[in-house]
C-alpha cells in the first residue's frame, strides 16, 4: 500500500470511528430519556396519586457536595420525577451571610425556576427550616419566626408552589404549645393567603407528632390555606436525654392512626422510608396500609418521596422507595 492509499485509509477509519462514537453517545442519551419517561408514565399508571422527589431524599451527596443543589431540579428529571419539593436551609446560609441578602435570594429563586421549566419539572413546596421557632413561649421571637417565614411565602409564589411546610416546636407544655401554634399560624397563615399559598405543619417531632393535638391546632385556626404534611414516619414524641434528633425514640405516636388523623387537613404527603427487605418492602412502615388510609382520605395529590436510610445509596434508596409506592398503589 503506497502513503496517498494508507493516508486515505486512516482518514476513512478516523472518520467511521467517530460517527460510531457519536451514534453510541446519541443512543445512550436517548435510552436515558426513555427510561426516564417510562419511569414518569409508570407512576402514572392505574395510581391514585403522583409522585415527587422531596430534596431532603439526597442531603447526604449535597453535604457531600457532590451534588450541587441548584441542580436538584435536573437530577429529578434525570430519575423520572415530575414534581419537587425543596430543602430551603440548602438555600438559606448563602443568602444570610450576604451583603445583599434580597438580591441573592431572588438569584437563588431565578435560577431555580428557570432549571425547573428547563427540565420539565413542577415546583410544589418548600420546606423551611432555621427560621425561628414558631411555637416558642417568646411573643417577640415568636412574631420575629413569622416574619423570617413571609420571604419563602413569596419565595413559592414566584417558584408555582402550591406550600410551604414550617415546623412547631416550642414548649413542652401542651396548652402552651397549643396557643403559641395557633396564634403563629394564624399570622403566617393570614399573609400567605394573600399570595395563594397554603402554610403546611408536618408531624416532624416532639408534640407537632401528636397527631390528636395538632389536629386541635388546625381546628382552631380553622383557615383554608393552613393544613398539614402527614408524613409516614416522624411520630417520635421523644427522645433519650431530650434531645431532638439522633437519640433513641422512648415514646411514639401511633403511625398510622397519626396519618389517618392528620388526612382531614391533609394538603400533601410525605413518603418516608429507612431500609428494604428482600423483598422490597420497607421495614418500618407497611406502604399498602398507609396508601390506603391517604387514599380513604380522599387525597389524590402529589406523594413525596423522602428517602432517610444509611444501609443502601440515597438514588438507590429513592428507586426502591419510588417501586414500593408503585407496587403497593397498584394493589388497593
Not at 500500500?1 to 485509509?9: E, G, K, P, V
Not at 436551609?89 to 451571610?97: D, H
Not at 399573609?191 to 417531632?205: F, M, P, Q, R, S
Request: hydrophobic share 35%; aromatic share 8%; proline share 2%.
Amino acid at each position: 500500500m503506497n502513503f496517498r492509499s494508507l493516508r486515505a485509509c486512516s482518514l476513512f477509519l478516523a472518520i467511521s470511528l467517530s460517527l460510531s462514537l457519536t451514534s453510541c453517545k446519541d443512543q445512550a442519551e436517548a435510552s436515558k430519556e426513555n427510561e426516564s419517561q417510562e419511569v414518569a408514565e409508570k407512576t402514572n399508571d392505574s395510581l391514585f396519586f403522583k409522585i415527587s422527589l422531596a430534596q431532603w431524599s439526597l442531603h447526604r451527596p449535597i453535604f457531600e457536595g457532590s451534588l450541587d443543589p441548584m441542580d436538584f431540579a435536573e437530577k429529578s428529571s434525570e430519575m423520572g420525577f415530575e414534581g419537587v419539593e425543596y430543602v430551603t436551609s440548602f438555600y438559606a446560609e448563602k443568602v444570610k451571610n450576604s451583603k445583599t441578602p434580597e438580591e441573592d435570594l431572588q438569584k437563588v429563586l431565578d435560577t431555580l425556576k428557570n432549571r425547573s421549566e428547563e427540565f420539565g419539572v413542577q415546583n410544589l413546596l418548600l420546606m423551611i427550616d432555621g427560621e425561628g421557632d414558631l411555637a416558642t413561649n417568646d411573643s417577640i421571637a415568636r412574631n420575629q419566626a413569622v416574619e423570617n417565614h413571609k420571604k419563602w411565602v413569596d419565595a413559592a409564589q414566584f417558584l408555582g408552589c402550591h406550600s410551604i411546610r414550617v415546623n412547631l416546636f416550642g414548649d413542652e407544655k401542651r396548652e402552651n404549645w397549643k396557643n403559641n401554634s395557633i396564634d403563629a399560624l394564624k399570622k403566617l397563615s393570614e399573609y400567605a393567603a394573600t399570595k395563594d399559598i397554603n402554610v403546611l405543619v408536618e408531624n416532624h417531632g416532639y408534640l407537632s407528632s401528636d397527631a390528636d393535638l395538632l389536629v386541635n391546632v388546625m381546628d382552631a385556626v380553622n383557615m383554608e390555606n393552613c393544613g398539614t404534611l402527614p408524613d409516614f414516619g416522624n411520630f417520635c414524641l421523644k427522645r433519650e436525654g431530650g434531645a431532638r434528633w439522633q437519640a433513641e425514640c422512648i415514646e411514639e405516636f401511633p403511625k398510622y392512626e397519626g396519618v389517618e388523623k392528620l388526612m382531614k387537613h391533609a394538603k400533601a404527603v410525605s413518603a418516608k422510608s429507612y431500609t428494604f427487605d428482600m423483598e422490597g418492602n420497607e421495614e418500618v412502615i407497611d406502604y399498602k396500609k398507609m396508601l390506603q388510609i391517604v387514599k380513604d382520605g380522599g387525597y389524590t395529590g402529589f406523594i413525596g418521596i423522602e428517602y432517610e436510610g444509611t444501609d443502601m445509596d440515597p438514588e438507590k434508596g429513592i428507586n426502591a422507595t419510588r417501586d414500593l409506592l408503585i407496587k403497593a398503589g397498584k394493589q388497593i
